[in-house]
């Protein structure tokens, strides 16, 4: 039989590992052992935000008076070469948020990419420098696969996605750019 105070010490051996070998390790490689829990949104609840940000936007100016700002931003997290090719209507790049994160402060901070692996790993650099975050799991290719639109950065009506691989595939209303 084992001795009760053996085992109690073994316990806080292992206890103490676990706090200098591998919570540590939690931090320096950005949550591969677990990390901040980020929040999502979804396709449904980030289309119903757009719409009233943009319905609120036509109110004002048919009104003459100034649209307010919103409390969110939506981030596209790709590379130039997918961005130029397509956003989710009233997306920002990337470089146009960090060059402009003061103007952000205290809004929801909303990043997308594909399919939401690179969204989600800036997301938690987002949330570890205090920011308010919902990663959209899913991104662009969840978009598109629920029929809603796409512009260009310049706001031009589109039908192009960049799918960043021909591995993944997009509804026939769409035109599918890998290069």
């Given amino acids: 039989m084992l001795n009760p105070k053996f085992v ?3 316990l806080f051996a292992v206890v103490a590992f676990f706090q200098l070998a591998v919570m540590p390790a939690s931090a320096q490689f950005g949550g591969f ?7 999502t ?3 449904q609840d980030l289309s119903a935000m757009l719409t009233r940000q ?3 936007a036509a109110e004002a100016v048919q009104a003459g008076k100034p649209a307010s700002e919103p409390d969110f931003v939506v981030v ?8 130029n090719v397509s956003v989710i209507p009233g997306a920002i790049t990337k ?6 994160a003061d103007k952000y402060r205290g809004k929801l901070v909303i990043p997308y ?17 205090g920011v308010k975050v919902k990663n959209y799991k899913g991104s662009i290719l969840k978009w598109v696969d629920a029929g809603l639109p796409v512009q260009t950065l310049d706001g031009r009506p589109t039908n192009r996605v960049h799918t960043y691989s021909d591995r993944y595939k997009i509804p026939a209303a769409y035109e599918q750019v890998t290069q």
């Fill in 8 to 10: 109690v010490a073994s």
């Fill in 33 to 39: 052992f677990g990390g901040p829990k980020i929040e």
């Fill in 41 to 43: 949104i979804s396709t």
């Fill in 54 to 56: 943009q319905k609120a």
């Fill in 76 to 83: 596209d997290v790709r590379t130039d070469a997918e961005v």
């Fill in 95 to 100: 470089a146009q948020y960090e060059k402009n």
């Fill in 113 to 129: 990419c594909t399919v939401g692996g690179r969204s989600g790993a800036y997301a938690k650099k987002l949330v570890a420098d």
